[in-house]
């Protein structure tokens, strides 16, 4: 339950052991009925944060590509000229600075641990995953993608929990190319969703993580059940055989 994980434990000098010390196991007959349903605290000032910032965070996504022939339209080509420039800037800004530092503190960045809390985010995975079980370098798939994979981002236990290995997550490359958001993501670890650059990673021992609908699963809906579109992603079953 990383919601109740303890904020003084959230960050990357702490041990696997102490993390271990908040985890919940359950017999053959699993997780007694509803105890996984019950939801983290957050504090109204973290709450209002997720409020504020990850509506922006969405436009942010979709500004550079809006914003230009809307301000043309609105102030003629030195509008476009000077917003485009202006996002050049911040992001050269942001790439000077490194606020972030290295990727793996970038991957304890309050906002994502925000919306652990939020979203009340839980894991439950199968003894065989346990450390010291399968040490080598893993592929993490998970869906659905759904307009915003926010159901990932506790990036820190992708590279603690399973056996203190950095992970690094993929987006597409287009996004990997969006000023400003490409600097946070690229900090935080993330990889272009190509084959080449995944196998690289896991040659270097690293581990991976692919939302495997990814785009696709964004345009999944039904009322009745969450979906996701997996049955066209092989390529992933080749990589793991390839790369061991």
């Known amino acids: 339950d990383f919601g109740r994980l303890p904020d003084e434990l959230y960050k990357p000098e702490a041990p696997l052991a102490e993390w271990q010390k908040h985890l919940k196991t359950a017999g053959k007959d699993g997780f007694a009925p509803g105890s996984l349903r019950d939801i983290a605290p957050i504090s109204p000032l973290e709450f209002l944060e997720r409020i504020i ?60 641990r925000h919306i652990q809390k939020y979203n ?15 040490p080598q370098p893993k592929i993490f798939c998970t869906i659905p993608h759904g307009l915003a994979p ?3 981002v506790a990036y820190p236990g992708w590279s603690k929990l399973f056996g203190d290995r950095l992970n690094r997550p993929t987006a597409a490359a287009a996004v990997l190319k969006i000023p400003v958001i490409s600097y946070f993501l690229k900090k935080i670890g993330y990889i272009d ?32 059940c969450e979906l996701g579109w997996v049955k066209q992603r092989k390529g992933v079953v080749k990589i793991a055989l390839t790369t061991g």
């Open 150 to 152: 926010v159901g990932i």
């Open 120 to 134: 009340s985010i839980k894991w439950v995975w199968p003894k065989s995953l346990q450390p010291p079980n399968l």
């Open 53 to 112: 910032v990850y509506p922006i965070y969405m436009i942010m996504n979709a500004a550079p590509f809006l914003m230009p022939p809307v301000l043309w339209a609105m102030f003629g080509v030195r509008g476009c000229l000077y917003f485009v420039l202006g996002l050049f800037g911040v992001h050269g800004l942001c790439t000077a600075l490194n606020p972030l530092g290295t990727t793996r503190a970038a991957q304890y960045i309050f906002t994502e």
């Open 193 to 224: 969703a190509a084959s080449s650059a995944i196998k690289k990673t896991l040659v270097k021992g690293e581990n991976v993580g692919i939302v495997l609908d990814g785009i696709a699963g964004m345009f999944q809906n039904d009322a009745k």
